[in-house]
């Protein structure tokens, strides 16, 4: 049975047919912009980025290495039906290396890239505070517990722009964008804590159910359904 399941549906038929977390093929390019940032807007910002695309007959065989690193895994991946954006983190090392590479020769030539890269860090800033008052009118679930997270969201954002915008440097610049993206990092994190917990239902079956009762999750199993009922749960299909 362990085989069948772990091996067969989980690998081989989760990549070659499965209707779950069905994903276009394109699904992880964005996944890796996402990642990078905001390194991967500066890149977009750096002038000459890409004819240094077009001169790839003259790329070292480091730079090859990379390239083809993370082009097998995001390629065989996005050929999978099945896709979660956990599945190309082995690839984000290289992409890492390539993108810090770049801003190495950028910090180099003193390039203004903290008065380039502050203002789109104060729009998307600007945008999460609007969305934290509109998140306040519209039905949804939780849509108090996301206003705070989104006003926290944009303010962090628009200091850190609005300080690398001021600041001369380019490295010290770079080192306030890190900073500022770690810290909205942090507020994702804490409110992805918050829309997808699964602590409320699981308290509240494990007041209701029965002793006899049995727990049966369908189709997607729910780490925090058994954590919380502290009980076995069942998964169906």
Do not use: N
Request: proline share 6%.
């Amino acid at each position: 049975e362990f085989p069948d399941f772990f091996i067969m549906d989980q690998h081989v038929r989760r990549f070659l047919s499965t209707g779950e977390h069905h994903q276009p093929i394109w699904f992880f390019l964005p996944i890796v912009f996402a990642s990078l940032l905001p390194w991967s807007v500066a890149l977009l910002l750096v002038p000459g980025w890409s004819s240094a695309l077009r001169r790839f007959r003259d790329w070292s065989p480091l730079t090859w290495f990379c390239v083809a690193w993370a082009g097998v895994i995001i390629g065989f991946f996005s050929l999978s039906t099945s896709k979660l954006g956990t599945y190309i983190v082995p690839a984000l090392p290289p992409v890492a290396l390539l993108t810090a590479r770049a801003l190495r020769d950028v910090v180099a030539a003193d390039a203004p890239l903290g008065s380039r890269l502050g203002w789109p860090l104060q729009v998307l800033g600007g945008g999460m505070l609007i969305g934290g008052v509109v998140v306040l009118f519209l039905t949804i679930p939780l849509r108090l517990s996301l206003s705070p997270y989104l006003w926290a969201g944009g303010v962090v954002l628009l200091a850190g722009g609005w300080w690398m915008r001021r600041s001369r440097d380019t490295q010290r610049a770079l080192a306030i964008g890190m900073v500022s993206m770690l810290a909205l990092l942090s507020v994702v994190i804490s409110a992805r804590g918050v829309t997808r917990s699964y602590r409320e239902l699981g308290l509240a079956i494990r007041a209701h159910a029965g002793p006899d009762d049995q727990i049966l999750i369908y189709r997607h199993y729910v780490q925090g359904i058994p954590l919380y009922t502290e009980r076995r749960a069942v998964m169906g299909a």
